[in-house]
């Protein structure tokens, strides 16, 4: 949309949020005042202060940038996060609504009537509009659809056609083009009568009459040669391109990779389509390190902070639901050495230790596994070493930490054999836990699947059943 | 360093990869093969092989872009990765120390002697030497000190001056910087005489002649504005500037809100003395996400996934050793009980149930918040809204999860009480998980430490001592 002038304040966003909470703290109480004197004149005076605070809130948010209203937003409870959405100017609805998150644009759209989403929605970009069209209301998506001309509708509904996380519905529209047989002087005057250049615009791309790419003018370029030059003297022929089907985090990974700014997008006959920027680019990388950490916790998204308990729960249930049949499985692994545990209670205490260093242990392995996978590190020729070396690892901690406790055990309960059992025990699971951190989420990206998905739970849910299994079954045979 | 043309290729890095392990394996047969027939004929075929071998994967090392080779040593067991560092062309040796993992980093300095340090280093710019000064010998460091100018000296010793993570030791010094009473025009001839801007140039910094910082003119408003225009005219006078000595991941955090490409550091007096880019941002973004995910694993740092198991140890050990302390804990808990235990062992089989579930629970509240003190959205101003929504969503799934499991409890044992002990229990731990999955992180964050620190090992701990004891001691009161 429109460029907007960043400047520099000195306060921290903190600050600047601290400052809309005291505002609106202020609000309330000025409410409550009203509310329990209800003379005419309190009334009147209320009113007054209740007036000004609004109007210093108001001043405060126009001053901010969008992002930093987004910000405040997304900080905010559900019913101060309505108060300050309200006195935002309608006019910058639209950016504002594109900066939150998913969850938290939900809820600002939930207050919005048509009108004023028709408004904000009008001053977007094809691949803006695409991007909000999913979760505006069905007759004012077509109310938009109607009034755009023929080529945005068009483009609006190739963005519509991509999944979420493909190129295709990543690139916006805002290329610069020219030809190839022109001079730099040319360039240089065809861009002055431009009068603005699209944000992020540190190349601009060459095509030949059909629209096929011929290669990418870097302004660094421009700038430096001899504008007598022709384009095709100077221009890089052969750039990083992408197709609208690739995998948007791979496009994400060759930008870090090469320190691109922004890359052409081409379809399969090499036809210019679109582009490609770096500001895309960074929100995906950081969406995606966050849905690793969400996932292994066995969280299905991300959570606005102030979403109701319903919206929780449902983000939450799922993997608790494993979890509850893991444990289960687990209750049902001790349930089988119950005489056991009768005759020897001590076994009782001692096999949490060996199930929860299991866990621990293997939740780093798995963790360290998912970042490699991550970053494509892991391919199928070092499998077997890496899992010589996590077993080595595990082997290593075993023989250590499970003599450590074994000697313990043994200060304890008065009973070497019970040590042996338990070091014994220990190293077993923690061997189980290094074969299972790197074969689960393997097996799951072989699958087709994320491999960070619910990771922590699976890894805790074998570690538990394999180390009662494995200690309670030592224990049985060897003392008892 | 010098500028790369990055080309499209249509392999991907994966396959990329696989080319050059395919090669180094055949390389190891040859060598396997020489070894075995010593005749001095085979051996003369086996040199041969080899050598073309050799040859052949030099020839793919070269075409490939630094960040790919980068790529492809992280990516490599120590044996084979110090091969492919064998050859590539040693005036690459620079670049690509500069784009591999630290880990990865060390390994491969180990591998060079003083001379090829010195080569590799002295093609660097000041911001690279201070990244790449920490880990050479120090007589390396000195020897490369004695050969710069004074002004990169100032800048080297400057920039090693700060921490890792300030602004001061990310900044660049590669600035283009102009003065504000000339005309456009002028600023166009002299880029023109500079030949090269250096990388994500998307604006000029406009200085007097004390060096301070008037403001900066973008790239974009030099290109669409009249020649004849004065560069005070046309430039933004108050741009988002840093300090040397701020956080970068709040610079980070301010290029992704902001969507910068540069940015001008400026000292106390407003003087210009560097500059940052998004590449540098951009990795720190991803880093920061890592190291939550590693350091909320109980991981110290990042781990070469080759790195040799004693590395691998000493990066797992802390938080081992204290998940160690924590299980004997949890252990002494259930001693306590061990009478309640002997008359009534199902609530051995029992126990682990309400300690899982909560652990469970209590890693999802935690990442959740985690996170959303990562982006700053958690103030004192909404901790007690934020904890009572999360004991509310613990209620809910402490009576539904929890009575679902007390009625198989009654199933499994037959006794009423049995089961109605369990439900409760689990609520209690669940309301417990809520409590210090949210007391936890800001606890930690209060007394300056990172709020993810072991975070997962944390929480379980409280959930598993607090399970077992709310769980027997309900039983103890109840059952008995």
Do not use: C
Request: charged share 25%; aromatic share 6%.
């Amino acid at each position: 949309m429109t460029e907007v002038e960043v400047k520099k304040t000195q306060e921290s966003l903190q600050d600047r949020l601290a400052q809309v909470v005291e505002l609106l703290h202020r609000q309330r109480v000025v409410e409550d005042l009203t509310h329990r004197q209800e003379g005419p004149h309190s009334d009147r005076v209320g009113n007054l202060v209740h007036r000004q605070n609004l109007v210093e809130l108001q001043r405060k948010l126009d001053d901010l940038h969008s992002a930093d209203v987004a910000y405040i937003l997304e900080a905010l409870p559900l019913e101060e996060r309505l108060t300050v959405w309200q006195l935002v100017q309608a006019d910058r609805d639209g950016d504002i609504l594109l900066e939150v998150s998913d969850s938290v644009r939900e809820t600002l759209i939930a207050d919005m009537d048509d009108h004023e989403l028709l408004a904000a929605a009008k001053e977007m970009d094809a691949d803006e509009l695409a991007d909000l069209a999913p979760e505006l209301p069905r007759d004012v998506v077509h109310e938009l659809m109607e009034a755009l001309d023929g080529q945005q509708r068009e483009r609006v509904r190739s963005a519509l056609s991509y999944d979420e996380e493909q190129v295709g519905a990543l690139m916006d529209f805002e290329m610069v083009t020219i030809r190839e047989d022109v001079s730099l002087e040319v360039v240089l005057r065809y861009l002055r009568r431009l009068k603005e250049l699209p944000g992020h615009t540190d190349k601009l791309f060459v095509v030949d009459y059909d629209g096929v790419l011929k290669g990418v003018l870097p302004i660094k370029r421009l700038l430096v040669n001899d504008p007598e030059k022709q384009v095709a003297e100077v221009m890089a022929s052969d750039p990083v391109s992408f197709h609208p089907d690739e995998n948007g985090y791979d496009a994400a990974q060759a930008f870090e990779r090469y320190d691109l700014i922004s890359a052409p997008v081409v379809d399969k006959n090499g036809k210019l389509i679109g582009r490609l920027t770096i500001d895309e680019m960074v929100d995906l990388i950081r969406e995606e390190s966050e849905s690793e950490v969400l996932s292994m916790a066995g969280l299905r998204e991300e959570e606005d902070i102030f979403a109701s308990v319903w919206k929780s729960l449902r983000n939450r249930w799922a993997w608790l639901a494993v979890n509850l049949i893991t444990a289960f499985v687990a209750s049902r692994v001790i349930g089988l050495f119950e005489g056991s545990i009768e005759k020897l209670v001590a076994l009782a205490a001692l096999m949490p230790i060996v199930a929860g260093i299991g866990g621990n242990s293997g939740n780093q392995t798995i963790t360290m596994i998912v970042r490699a996978m991550a970053l494509d590190q892991v391919s199928t020729g070092n499998t077997s070493r890496l899992m010589r070396k996590e077993l080595a690892v595990s082997l290593i901690n075993g023989v250590v930490w499970g003599g450590v406790i074994g000697v313990v055990a043994y200060l304890l309960y008065g009973s070497w054999s019970l040590g042996v059992v338990m070091t014994a025990a220990m190293t077993l699971n923690l061997l189980l836990a290094a074969l299972m951190g790197v074969l689960i989420p393997m097996t799951l990206a072989r699958l087709g699947r994320d491999p960070a998905m619910g990771a922590s739970v699976m890894i805790t849910a074998v570690t538990d059943s394999g180390g009662f299994f494995i200690f309670l079954g030592l224990a049985t045979i060897f003392l008892l």
